[in-house]
């Protein structure tokens, strides 16, 4: 048993040991730490909040930052009803076609449609941003290190550069931007929106909500992926519980000899 | 009802005589295989290998029906698979991070192997065959990695293949037909995605040799002598039953990455799209190379490094010639056992290693280490096949204990 109980450790140890190994840029300031809700063996989102997140994306990201991923049908998942869903993607104008004409038209958006790009393309992002590209962010919470928090503390580290910090012009100050200079200039401030659900917009608050709706985007399984693993966990731990006793049993035989 | 089951049997026993299937599980892993009795749990993980080839095999031909490759589609198309094909995140997630639990697992069965001895006469085919396949997982691994055309992706693909420009004369000729072209591009892509469905069957293959070569001495077993028929019992139901438990605990493992922490094992900039004209800071590969990875860097001349880190690998073909020593398991072997406990921690360091800038005293690490690695295989394994006195054999499996009253 104890021969088993150091295999064992070597399979569970080993993962954990190399999931730290790959290393990021050196730079960089580790992001300020919080407690998700989605985090955790059971770990979910809060609708809510995912909801005032969208709200947050809508009205501040999206005329920059593109959500490639993202189709309105999807937002069903964060608690809109099929309605609502056809409400908000009438919001926005699609272009479509080309029709009989051979001409491309305009109509209103369809819960089908992805949720338009800010810009026709990267130049034309990249002409309007003072030459930096703002990244899509279907994936951003998973495409960074520690991403929900870097993306909050990211959110909320703006500040004055230090005195003899050669800031280039056009350039934001952010504590925790690797080499702090960041072309996007700081955008959640207090009662930056104003929450159709009530709720007070400190910019903590909408930096929180923006991050849950990010995370939501890049994980949208998240929640059936941890309901199903419990179920999963449950059924492989009896399984190995009743193949241990059935194997000491039948072992037991042996020893008789 | 019985004249039915006996027909049955009837039937059963026809086709045996013409293909006898049932004749040939049992001899292979059934009650006509005999294995040592002392086998220990380090034992499981030749069968846990086979579990995961067959778990890549089965998630990564479902994932191929849903992938697309091409530089401009892969990574969406792996991005739908995530969210609009069904249970598509799962199937996803085992397969990522089965290669990373593939590579775990065939790790502590290489060291098994080392410790034990299992390299040893009559066993060094069996040996070269398990060599084989690990350099078929290694090519196979990182073909898959390129497929998400993710920024690691690409610069991974970049790096490595561009490590075949340093052989003299035909380098830079190999390369390009590596990539297809003139850079890592589409083409690229296209030929590792046949290879990457290519060589998982291959291996099937060098596997089916390694257990053929493996059935005609038979298993070796913690002790590293003889087993005696006595001492042998048949592998099922017994070690059928044990590798089933293993399995269990495994799983559970396994699961726990999957479903809670997908993707610890992977790279972040791995879901940043590929870009040609934005390199990552610091390129990583995967962790299973980290340690090769760092014994390439160890070395300041291109050549020399891109040799040192296939001859670390190569140089486990030789292995049953470098150490001679007549006792197999380390158990007998206490001088050995210490190295074979610092050659571990070595290898764990040259990882860490890999995973850090080349530069500092990552570097210097990893360039004691690389002399290390080189000089326990060329230097104290034969020294050691020389010198080492070992402790006393016992004469049978049954009789572990030798007491000199008797």
Known sequence: MRKFLLAAAAAFILPTLVSGAPAFAAEEVKPMHREWNFNGLLGKFDKQQLQRGFQVYKEVCASCHSLNFISFRNLESIGYSEDQVKVIAAEYQITDGPDENGDMFQRPGRPSDHIPHPFANDQLARASNGGALPPDLSLMTKAREDGPNYVYSLMLGYKDAPNGFELNPGMSYNEFFPGHQIAMPQQITDDRVTYADGTKASADQIAQDVVAFLHWAAEPKLEVRHATGIRVMLFAFLFTVLAYFYKRRLWARLEKH | ?406
């Open chain 2, 1 to 406: 009802m019985s004249t039915e089951k006996s027909r049955l049997m009837k039937a059963w026993e026809w086709h045996e005589q013409r293909l006898p299937i049932g004749h040939f599980l049992d001899h292979s892993l059934g009650s006509k295989y005999p294995a040592p009795k002392n086998l220990n749990y380090w034992w499981n993980f030749g069968s846990l290998a086979l579990f995961m080839l067959v778990t890549m095999i089965i998630t990564g031909v479902f994932l191929a029906m849903n992938y697309t490759a091409h530089v401009t589609l892969a990574f969406s198309s792996v991005e739908r698979i995530m969210r609009d094909v069904n249970n598509g995140w799962l199937i996803r997630y085992m397969h990522a991070n089965g290669a990373s639990f593939f590579f775990i697992v065939v790790y502590i069965h290489i060291f098994r192997g080392l410790y034990y001895g299992s390299y040893k006469p009559p066993r060094e085919v069996l040996w070269w065959m398990g060599v084989v396949i690990y350099l078929l997982m290694m090519a196979t691994a990182f073909m898959g990695y390129v497929l998400p055309w993710g920024q690691m992706s690409f610069w991974g693909a970049t790096v490595i293949t561009n490590l075949f420009s340093a052989i003299p004369a035909v380098g830079d000729a190999i390369v390009t037909l590596l990539w297809g072209g003139f850079s890592v591009d589409n083409p690229t892509l296209n030929r590792f995605f046949a290879l990457h469905y290519l060589l998982p069957f291959v291996i099937v293959g060098v596997v089916f040799i390694h257990i053929w070569a493996l059935h005609i001495p038979g298993s070796n077993n913690p002790l590293g002598i003889d087993a005696a028929p006595a001492d042998k019992i048949p592998f099922f139901p017994y070690y059928v039953a044990k590798d089933v438990f293993g399995l269990g605990v495994f799983l559970m493992a396994y699961f726990a990455v999957v479903f809670w922490l997908p993707n610890a094992m992977g790279h972040p900039l791995n879901y940043v799209p590929a870009n040609p004209m934005v390199t990552p800071p610091h390129i990583v590969p995967e962790w299973y190379y980290l340690p090769f990875y760092a014994i390439l860097r160890a070395i300041p001349d291109k050549l020399l490094g891109v040799v040192a880190m296939f001859g670390s690998i190569l140089i486990l073909f030789v292995l049953p010639w470098l150490d001679r020593h007549p006792v197999r398991s380390a158990t007998f072997r206490p001088i050995f056992k210490i190295f074979f406990w610092i050659f571990l921690a070595n290898a764990v360091l040259l990882g860490y290693c890999g995973s850090q800038a080349a530069e500092g005293w990552p570097l210097i690490a990893s360039r004691i280490g690389t002399f290390w690695y080189f000089f326990h295989f060329i230097v104290l394994l034969p020294l050691l096949s020389w010198i080492e006195t070992p402790k006393p054999l016992p004469a049978s499996i049954s009789q572990p204990v030798l007491s000199p009253a008797e």
